[in-house]
């Protein structure tokens, strides 16, 4: 168990799949994923089929994801930021709240405040040096997920 964050692709709405989709209606997720509204099975398994392998040249329809980590890493990086709560509100009320959390997204606007955090995320310095590498390589994470979902103004999925 753990967490994982992704930023999904914007090639179906650039008319850039590779072939057309097996299912008529198409909707774009609000966690930026597409999805079909079917309630046939064989449809919907099709679809599955067709964004895991076929849509796009990204498996899946991901753009990037990285894993932030087990639950230990998380709560590694929880107690770490929770030494200054109010400086990271977004990184702590909406990333590191669980470290097993899914089906939920930081909006564009959420998106542009974690950027600020992760700008203060810099200094921070950790209680056990052994741990600064971990939070340095958290905050580079989450920065290519930052960059990435606002330059295909996606949100980051959880």
Known sequence: MGLDATVYCDCYERGLTKEPPPCSRIVVADDGSIQCESGDLQTLLAFDEWISHRACDHRGAILLQHRIGNLAQVGLLRSELERDPS???????????????????????????????????????????SDQRYVQSFRQQMIELVETATRVRKPISF
């Open 87 to 129: 400086t990271f509100p977004i990184l702590l009320g909406k990333v590191l709240y669980s470290g097993s959390h899914t089906g939920d997204y930081l909006t564009l606007g959420e998106t542009a405040a974690l950027n600020v955090e992760l700008g203060r995320l810099a200094s921070l310095v950790c209680l056990a040096p």
